[in-house]
């Protein structure tokens, strides 16, 4: 790691005390982004970018006491400026290395409290800090995100709690496209959140680092209606079972206990000139704390053959196929015969308890029957039962050879489901297993515990097994969300979208069939997600059957790495279109998807090193608009002078592997 620091200590002494103040100000390192700090009766901030107001004064608050309210009426005791030019490495991420290069205010106040700003060329993030001795007690937290402009927002509410609890959600979203004064005034919604501020510039509020402490929601700003306010869930002191579900049903009037000594988590705004930024963007890895796991070579991401959205579905076999041996067993043939490293075996291995295996199902023979065939065995399982027996659970199956664990129904982030979710993460470090969770949103834990491969929160491919039609129309509209996301949620982290439906349809022909699922929009589209979508470990969520009738697509597919070492957003708009390229070492690949719209774009290949190329190029055919499962294949020379206009049809995409001509 390389860190360059500077530090200049300002002597303000009329920073002391509970008059009004003059502004602090802070500028990025490139100088375009300004945040003003004023100091009085409250602390709020504010941030522009160029001629652009991004934040207006927001105050800014956490309270510790019936009578402690940290921000308010503060007396601060020194003020430091530091700049920070540092870099740490990322094995299991979209890059191999991330730049982290900010200039940084700390305001030290009397009370023992401290609160940090960083102000980075791409956004701006604060945190409270504590250096109490023993316990503290956080009643409230006041977060404020202020607009000078009613601007639209692409906000993903929370719309199916469970049981009605307000916090109790899967963190699945699609979008509502309003207005922030539009925005429902009794709901939640989760980050990222996205605003339009005009002219190219986009906003996107996010979260980092949350560790013993809730994850942060938003609200509509009851005293300003194009402003958002933080909510966060109190601690659940009771709760109850329902079905797999844990659903608090009393809280306590505090947010969380904790040690005096701490940071708490940040709060960020990403600023983008330009929506294609936001495809590259390092806030969420930036913000988190370092990997704690000291030895990290076990870790190794890859791709899954995966039983559940498919249905088990396997035909032209001579057994019946479910949740048995012998299907499992086809899979990891089918794994091991295109080069994934993993199968997942979801729920119904299990009877209740992790230790009661159904019978139907050997876990022993298929991690043995795995092993020989270089293919591991990736095991789900609910919430409430890996927090209950995680210290058995882990090592008996650790033991065994299993690789990992697919968690699932964690469906809230209070304190008391983060604290869970650290302890999981560092039992399963230590027994050396992988983590998929689902029901949950990443928070930053994925950089310091990187054994945590994947996250849910996504409205993923399952979604379209049961999307319901509305006057013979689709309801859930995929291919948008679909090029939506990668500008808004996956800007938090991986994502667990499971794609690779070989069964695609159009706008007209889609249905949501359970146990025949299909996907909306084209072949290529779902083909495309696999360099665009972030997921170190990344599923192939059709059937083996079906991709052995499709082994072209298959082929390709099983090449594409799911981490890399170079990301490059080549263009995008977002919920209209998305392109970019990754690298892993000499090989190159590129990923174009469309909404509805059907587009012809051009890709600049200047990325591209020295020399000459071959690429392999699956696009949309001609009739895809009508036979959506319709594809070309074509293989070309290609140098990094080279420019490539591409079709993409409605619910298209375009991609390709592009590699060294030797």
């Given at each position: ?414 304190q008391k489901a983060v604290q869970s979710t650290w302890a999981i993460a560092a039992s399963a470090a230590a027994n050396k297993l992988l983590l998929d969770l689902h029901g949950l949103k990443p928070e930053g834990i994925q950089r310091t515990y990187p054994n945590v491969v994947n996250f849910e929160g996504v409205k993923g491919l399952e979604n379209f097994k049961w999307s319901p039609m ?12 679909d090029v939506t996301a990668p500008y808004t949620r996956m800007m938090a982290g991986p994502m667990d979208y499971t794609p690779g439906a070989m069964q695609n349809a159009t706008r007209t022909t889609f249905r949501a069939i359970n146990n025949r699922p299909m996907s909306q929009g084209t072949r290529v589209h779902q083909m495309a997600m696999y360099t665009i979508f972030e997921a170190p ?126």
């Amino acid at each position: 790691m390389k860190k360059l620091l500077f530090v200049f200590l300002l002597a303000l002494p009329g920073l002391v005390g509970f008059g009004a103040q003059a502004p602090l100000v802070v500028k990025s390192p490139d100088g375009k982004i300004v945040l003003t700090v004023n100091v009085g009766k409250e602390i709020s901030w504010q941030v522009n970018h160029g001629d652009t107001k991004v934040i207006v004064p927001s105050a800014i608050s956490l309270t510790v006491s019936d009578k402690e309210v940290w921000g308010k009426d503060a007396k601060v005791s020194k003020v430091t400026t530091t700049h920070v030019n540092s870099s740490f490495e990322t094995p299991f991420y979209k890059k191999s290395k991330v730049v982290d290069c900010y200039n940084q205010l700390l305001l030290q106040c009397a009370g023992n409290y401290s609160l940090e700003f960083r102000v980075y060329d791409d956004g701006v993030a604060y945190r409270f800090a504590s250096n109490r001795k023993g316990e503290l007690t956080v009643k409230s937290e006041e977060a404020n995100f202020n607009f000078a402009g009613d601007y639209k927002a692409f906000v993903p509410y929370i719309n199916d709690m469970r049981e009605g609890e307000r916090y109790s959600y899967s963190f699945e979203s699609f979008y509502d496209e309003i207005k922030l004064s539009e925005m429902k005034k009794d709901s939640l919604a989760i980050v990222p959140l996205l605003v339009d501020l005009g002219n190219g510039k986009k906003a996107v509020i996010l979260e980092g680092g949350v560790e013993d402490y809730p994850g942060l929601f938003l609200i509509v700003n009851p005293e300003m209606h194009t402003g958002l306010k933080g909510e966060l869930a109190p601690y659940p002191l009771e709760g109850k079972q329902s079905g797999i579900n844990f659903i608090p049903t009393k809280r306590a009037d505090y947010l969380a206990k904790t040690t005096g000594k701490r940071t708490f988590p940040w709060r960020a705004v990403v600023i983008s000139s330009n929506d294609a930024e936001l495809l590259n963007n390092d806030m969420s890895q930036k913000l988190a704390a370092p990997n704690r796991i000291t030895d990290i070579s076990w870790i190794k991401p890859g791709k899954a053959a995966w039983d559940w959205w498919n249905g088990t579905n396997l035909y032209h076999v001579d057994f019946v196929s479910g949740m048995n041996t012998p299907t499992f067993k086809y899979f990891i043939d089918f794994a091991s015969a295109n080069k994934l490293e993993y199968v997942v075996v979801d729920a119904g291995w299990s009877r209740g308890s992790l230790m009661e295996v159904n019978p139907n199902i050997d876990i022993k023979e298929l991690v043995e029957y795995g092993r020989g065939k270089n293919v591991g065995i990736i095991l789900w399982s609910g919430w409430m039962s890996t927090d209950k027996e995680k210290d058995v659970v882990f090592p008996h199956y650790a033991a065994l050879g299993v690789k990992g664990f697919k968690v699932d129904f964690f469906d809230h982030d209070d304190q008391k489901a983060v604290q869970s979710t650290w302890a999981i993460a560092a039992s399963a470090a230590a027994n050396k297993l992988l983590l998929d969770l689902h029901g949950l949103k990443p928070e930053g834990i994925q950089r310091t515990y990187p054994n945590v491969v994947n996250f849910e929160g996504v409205k993923g491919l399952e979604n379209f097994k049961w999307s319901p039609m509305v006057d013979g129309k689709i309801k859930d509209d995929a291919p948008r969300y679909d090029v939506t996301a990668p500008y808004t949620r996956m800007m938090a982290g991986p994502m667990d979208y499971t794609p690779g439906a070989m069964q695609n349809a159009t706008r007209t022909t889609f249905r949501a069939i359970n146990n025949r699922p299909m996907s909306q929009g084209t072949r290529v589209h779902q083909m495309a997600m696999y360099t665009i979508f972030e997921a170190p470990l990344q599923m192939l969520a059709d059937s083996p059957t079906a991709y052995e009738k499709e082994q072209e697509c298959t082929d390709f597919i099983a090449k594409v790495p799911t981490v890399f070492d170079e990301t490059v957003a080549l263009d995008g708009e977002v919920g209209e279109y998305v392109i970019l390229a990754r690298r892993k070492g000499d090989v190159w690949y590129v990923g174009a998807m469309t909404d509805w719209t059907k587009r012809d774009k051009t890709i600049d290949f200047s990325f591209l090193g020295e020399g000459t190329y071959e690429a392999d190029i699956f696009a949309d055919g001609v009739n895809a608009a009508k036979e959506a499962t319709d594809y070309t294949k074509t293989i070309t020379r290609l140098t990094s002078k080279d420019k490539k206009t591409v079709t993409l049809y409605p619910g298209g995409g375009w991609t390709a592997r592009i590699y060294p001509v030797k």
